[in-house]
């Protein structure tokens, strides 16, 4: 395993690090045995940084039984996220954090982070709530070691965010089909400039640039050839970490074999080793994928659930398949997505446009306006009108 270090505090941190929020399972219940199963393989491989979040459905308690069962905690570095939407003044802070601890049956988050973070605002009403002074006593009990913050906002307010507090850390999304998407290369270069570390998250776009890549796109990686670099996900993590500024990367990894392939390359993907020509194949594929990578959904989740049903990134990932893939192959995803062979499908005309989803979206899709898109490709004139007519009599 390659390790990178820290500037602020120096911890030895893994170049990879294990996103827990997909871990396999139905929504909400991850699966125990085979969370287990990837968190022993991470560790065995030498990933030693474990991220989890208090909104994640039943994610903490997971992490923290397979940490205790496997007798890892002392091991890893520990990071989960405080959901500052939830936080109205400090007695928030202490029962959420105090919750966090048990479920992660610890009595210390290495890394914590304010979750979800798209503007400088939120950080003011938790800092009006007393989340300074909060901080600071939880550092200086030992029960929070480093702070920082997830990002999913403009690049203009990045740098305003980031002069806000005396942060430790930043997480942002960054992969190389979003070098100008929210924090960015620029934020990236900022918050490393501050001697921060920065951690990455996305850098596969929820495998649309590993397994889903469009098949243009992945034939200009397969023509290249180059060594140790033979599949689309190996491409993706290396060019993150060619970045000398990235601390580490997260990676949503839901299987041992996933482990064992990111571990691998991991291995190999020092700071600067991609050659300018290894650049230049990164540049072609990103001009194919922004061909059609037409909703910039990630596939993350939080905007469920929808309480029509709508299985919402289903629906935008069959939509970028019917440009990537073929109209029909994202016709037959959609379909599935919306279980229109069942008694009760869920089309997207089912939209009442309430709104929920989208004010949850890290990505800031308009969520409604894009599903009617989504609509009008896959519903159109009769065949929609056939589709909501047997929908009713089913109903
Ligand atoms: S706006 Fe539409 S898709 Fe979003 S939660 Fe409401 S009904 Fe569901
Ligand atoms: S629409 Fe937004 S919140 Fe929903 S899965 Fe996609 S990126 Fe995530």
């Not at 120096?10 to 125990?32: H, K, N, Q, V």
């Not at 940084?49 to 994610?59: E, R, V």
């Not at 520990?78 to 939407?85: D, N």
Request: charged share 20%; net charge positive.
């Amino acid at each position: 395993m390659q390790y990178r270090i820290n500037p602020r505090n120096g911890d030895r941190i893994s170049a990879l690090g294990l996103g827990c929020m997909r871990f396999p399972g139905p929504p909400g219940r991850p699966d125990a045995r085979q969370a287990r199963a990837v968190i022993a393989r991470a560790v065995e491989r030498g990933v030693n940084y474990l991220d989890t979040a208090y909104l994640y459905p039943g994610n903490e308690a997971c992490v923290g039984a397979a940490l205790e069962g496997l007798g890892l905690r002392d091991g890893v570095f520990l990071a989960t996220k405080l959901p500052h939407g939830s936080v109205r003044g400090a007695a928030d802070l202490d029962r959420i954090f105090e919750e966090q601890l048990r479920r992660l049956r610890t009595d210390r988050v290495d890394y914590y982070l304010i979750h979800n973070v798209t503007s400088p605002s939120q950080w003011e009403h938790l800092r009006a709530a007393g989340a300074e002074g909060w901080l600071a006593r939880q550092r200086a009990a030992g029960r929070i070691r480093q702070v920082g913050f997830s990002y999913h906002g403009s690049s203009g307010d990045f740098p305003v965010l980031l002069d806000a507090y005396d942060w430790d850390f930043c997480q942002i999304q960054y992969n190389y089909a979003g070098e100008r998407y929210q924090a960015g290369t620029a934020g990236l270069r900022a918050a490393a400039d501050r001697g921060l570390a920065v951690f990455v998250m996305e850098p596969l776009l929820g495998g649309r640039l590993a397994d889903r890549l469009p098949p243009r796109a992945r034939r200009i990686l397969d023509a290249a050839s180059e060594p140790g670099l033979g599949s689309p996900a190996a491409w993706g993590l290396s060019w993150v970490w060619d970045h000398p500024e990235v601390t580490m990367l997260l990676s949503g990894m839901s299987s041992p074999g996933q482990v064992d392939e990111n571990a691998s390359v991991a291995e190999r993907a020092l700071p600067g080793a991609m050659t300018p020509r290894q650049h230049e194949v990164v540049a072609r594929v990103v001009a194919e994928f922004e061909r059609s990578n037409r909703v910039p959904c990630t596939g993350c989740d939080y905007c469920m659930p929808c309480p029509r049903g709508i299985n919402i990134p289903g629906c935008f990932s069959a939509y970028n398949a019917s440009f990537a893939h073929g109209w029909f192959t994202g016709l037959s995803q959609y379909f599935t997505a919306s279980a229109v062979r069942t008694e009760s499908p869920k089309l997207v005309s089912n939209c009442v446009r309430c709104g929920a989803c989208a004010r949850r979206c890290p990505q800031h899709i308009d969520i409604p306006a894009r599903l009617a898109e989504v609509g009008r490709r896959f519903q159109p004139g009769p065949v929609g009108w056939a589709l909501r007519l047997v929908t009713r009599r089913r109903g």
